[in-house]
């Protein structure tokens, strides 16, 4: 018999033959659900305070970084819009890493809102601006990342995937000569980039070496996702994961950032997600980032306390 005569009917008869003799089928039937990759040794996370879980105290940058330190932080993720008011009140940059680097922080990351991705051409060249400008206020604090949430970009669904990493690849550029590397940000109450897959496609199709991605397990669950998609992710590729829990009640179509809980205080899947993150060989770190004004009427130090314990509680459930 000729190769071309060979049928796929035979194929599979024949196949299913020898699957049968190596007692493959028609004895114990396949898992559903593979078995989870090994988790290697346990990887050594470092903790860092994300402001907005102090911001409604009003204490001001450097007393946020006080806080962090005393709380037991390794780092700090600032919000840049807190430099700008310290810098307007006659604070120096070069005065403020100092006060970092005597408190034993690391600008692990900062938050900012440059309109990098938006389709109008003149807001995105003021947009990349913007993004300019923060990386060298990141860069002279000693920071090496930055968030690059789609900005701008939120309200009307149907933004060109294609066209969005035509623009990140640009702003890794720019990112480049700073070298200050831009998340790529998963944004769940947005129309766009609020699905993992649209963020994991966005930031490979840039093709570029520092592109990488920042992930939320309250984003993530708000964007819809399902937590199943984590093992899609690669652990290199994630420098920072913001870490928070959500509640039952309300649902997630009127969930907001307000709701955000202390790790471990909510329903979220952690253990899941670590075991996950584990496997990804993930070891970057973990930012505390909560909006919920609650904590902000309660003494700032305490509740970075309190995060940090919840951080390091999650880490041991996966």
Not at 41 to 55: A, D, G, K
Request: one cysteine or more; a negative charge.
């Amino acid at each position: 018999m000729s190769d071309s005569s060979f049928s796929r009917r035979q194929f599979l008869a024949t196949s299913g033959a020898t699957f049968a003799a190596a007692g493959v089928i028609g004895s114990t039937p396949l898992p559903v659900q593979a078995e989870p990759p090994a988790v290697p040794t346990n990887p050594s996370f470092r903790y860092c305070l994300n402001t907005s879980t102090i911001r409604g105290q009003k204490l001001g940058i450097v007393d946020q970084i006080k806080v962090a330190a005393k709380a037991g932080y390794d780092g700090i993720e600032i919000w840049l819009n807190d430099v700008e008011e310290y810098l307007k009140s006659g604070g120096k940059l070069d005065e403020l890493r100092r006060v970092l680097s005597s408190e034993g922080l690391q600008v692990e990351s900062a938050i900012a809102f440059a309109q990098w991705i938006v389709d109008d051409e003149e807001a995105r060249r003021k947009g990349l601006e913007a993004a300019r400008r923060d990386m060298e206020v990141v860069r002279s604090l000693g920071g090496r990342r930055i968030a690059a949430p789609p900005a701008g970009a939120t309200d009307k669904p149907g933004l060109d995937l294609r066209a969005a990493a035509e623009r990140y690849r640009v702003l890794c550029e720019l990112g480049s000569q700073f070298e200050v590397a831009p998340q790529l940000e998963v944004w769940g109450f947005s129309k766009n980039l609020h699905k993992l897959s649209e963020v994991l496609f966005v930031a490979t199709e840039a093709a570029h070496p520092e592109a990488c991605i920042l992930t939320d397990v309250y984003h993530l669950y708000k964007g819809g996702n399902d937590f199943c998609s984590l093992p899609f992710l690669s652990g290199t590729k994630i420098h920072v994961f913001h870490m928070n829990d959500y509640p039952a009640d309300p649902p997630l179509a009127t969930i907001n950032d307000s709701h955000r809980v202390y790790p471990t205080d909510g329903v979220a899947p952690l253990g899941y997600i670590f075991q996950h993150l584990r496997a990804s060989g993930f070891a970057g770190v973990l930012s505390l980032e909560l909006f919920n004004p609650e904590y902000w009427k309660q003494d700032a130090l305490e509740v970075a306390k309190t995060g940090l314990e919840k951080m390091k509680k999650a880490t041991t459930l996966g």
